[in-house]
């Protein structure tokens, strides 16, 4: 029953999927360019580590062949420094799979900005880098590309719209309107009332 003064124009039609939302990651269906860009965030972090060690190394070579005693300790340092870059940066791009796999809006974002930063340190690499670690700098660029543009195509658009949805969500029905969903179009109207012309049309 409605209340006093209330539109019984307006009616709030409500799917019965919609108790579930947000819907999470899990009920949503990866769309391939989703699964395209988890891949290649994931073989990201892969090439960091390699490049932070790779860096690492080249150092090390070239400290050695310095030939100056004290730079051990220099030495020892920039290593583990390489190191612990490379663990960071995989940690940051595992971040970004995990956010991104469940429909985080910003984490898209984040990962574009974070893909601008990279192509200015890949810039600056292949000027100052060893050959070993040029190649590890341009072949983690082209996986942080290759994410951006998976990211950024419609499929993936659709999928963070999907799971982003609020909770409780629901489409108001008024004068002239369409039932959007094929669930709500079954939606049992209240004696006398007239359905929505495409309520009738899909639901009978």
């Not at 891949?39 to 190394?57: E, F, S």
């Not at 090390?60 to 390489?82: F, I, N, Q």
């Amino acid at each position: 029953m409605l209340a006093p003064g209330a539109n019984p124009g307006a009616v709030m039609a409500k799917s019965p999927e919609d108790g579930h939302y947000p819907q999470t990651a899990q009920r949503a269906r990866l769309p391939a360019s989703m699964v395209n860009a988890l891949r290649v965030i994931y073989a990201g972090a892969g090439i960091a580590v390699v490049l932070g060690v790779t860096i690492a190394l080249t150092t090390h070579s070239r400290t050695l062949h310095m030939g100056d005693p004290a730079a051990g300790t220099y030495k020892a340092g920039y290593v583990t420094g390489g190191a612990i870059t490379g663990l960071i940066a995989a940690g940051l791009w595992l971040w970004m799979a995990w956010a991104n796999k469940r429909g985080r809006s910003w984490a898209r974002i984040l990962s574009t900005v974070f893909f601008g930063v990279l192509t200015l340190y890949a810039a600056a690499g292949l000027v100052a880098l060893p050959a070993a670690a040029k190649i590890a700098v341009l072949l983690e660029w082209a996986a942080g590309l290759a994410a951006v543009v998976f990211l950024w195509q419609r499929q993936s658009s659709l999928y963070y719209q999907t799971v982003s949805r609020p909770a409780g969500h629901a489409r108001v029905l008024g004068p002239g309107s369409t039932v959007s969903s094929p669930a709500s179009a079954h939606h049992a109207w209240p004696a006398g009332w007239a359905k929505p012309a495409a309520a009738s049309r899909r639901g009978g």
